[in-house]
């Protein structure tokens, strides 16, 4: 399979750059990232647009370039579970890639955004070619089944304060490929949203995260927290050796 011209039609070179951050599209084989590429096609979502909902059959692979979704389950009653929120250059989807089954969880752009999609019968062609790129794929759903387990262990185990520093720490792996050398870390995350990830009320976090800012660990404002310490997140998330080099996979490729 030759890549021929316009692999990469419409992204730009900071799209590009930007993509090269994830941890996880960084570590690729030039031949598979180039192939994936050339397949993907853009799509923009207003803020509240549902990309999928749980039990719609599988559509391929995603990345997020601009905005952010929310991964999220519901009740009938209509109490949700946000379970995270996926920015740049973050890839998901790659459940259903594999099993073919129809999508766990409802997925919804939660700010005006681009993704990029990879569809299934694109990618499945791909795959036959290159079949040695399965193990490239198993790496990334792989990466996202030890985080579901820390996440279920953390919701079943955890005190609340040790909690909220946990899930501060993974939601801020993807914004650090965005931000310069000594600049502040910035979470687009509400205490709602942050709240509803960790089954607590928005009072009860909104405490907790005031007692972290008074500390000078992060500072909270409307609709974002910013992060101003986090070594110290780290030592009050009591991170074990294992989930610090898991936390140091998910650090930011260098930049081309």
């Known amino acids: ?24 599209f960084g570590s690729l084989s030039a031949d598979f990232a180039s192939h994936l590429l050339a397949l993907a096609e853009p799509r923009c979502l207003q803020a509240g647009e549902t990309l999928f909902l749980r039990g719609d059959p599988p559509c391929g692979l995603y990345a997020v370039l601009e ?3 929310r991964v999220s389950g519901g009740t009938e009653a ?8 996926l920015d740049p250059p973050g890839w998901f989807g790659e459940v259903a890639v594999f099993d073919g089954l129809p999508r766990t969880h409802d997925v919804v752009a939660e700010s005006a955004s681009l993704i990029l999609h990879v569809p299934t019968a694109a990618l499945q062609s791909l795959m036959q070619h290159m079949p040695q790129a399965w193990r490239e794929l198993g790496v990334l759903m792989s990466l996202r089944l030890r985080l ?13 304060e040790i909690r909220l520093a946990r899930r501060l720490l993974w939601l801020s792996q993807s914004v650090m490929a965005k931000v310069a050398e000594g600049a502040p870390c910035v979470l687009p995350v509400s205490q709602t949203q942050l709240g509803l990830m960790l089954s607590l009320s928005r009072q009860t976090t909104n405490q907790m995260l005031q007692s ?19 070594a110290q997140l780290i030592v009050l998330g009591r991170l074990s050796p294992v989930e610090k080099r898991i936390l140091a996979r998910l650090q930011p490729a260098p930049s081309a």
Request: hydrophobic share 45%.
């Open 212 to 230: 972290l800012q008074a500390q000078g660990i992060l500072r909270v404002s409307y609709g974002r927290i910013e992060l101003l310490d986090r």
């Open 78 to 85: 209509g109490k949700e579970a946000i379970l995270s929120l």
């Open 1 to 24: 399979m030759s890549e021929g011209p316009g692999v990469h039609r419409w992204l730009t070179s900071a799209q590009l750059d930007l993509l090269r951050t994830d941890p996880w």
């Open 148 to 160: 579901s387990f820390i996440n279920m262990e953390d919701q079943a185990l955890a005190p609340a």
């Open 67 to 69: 905005g952010a979704l």
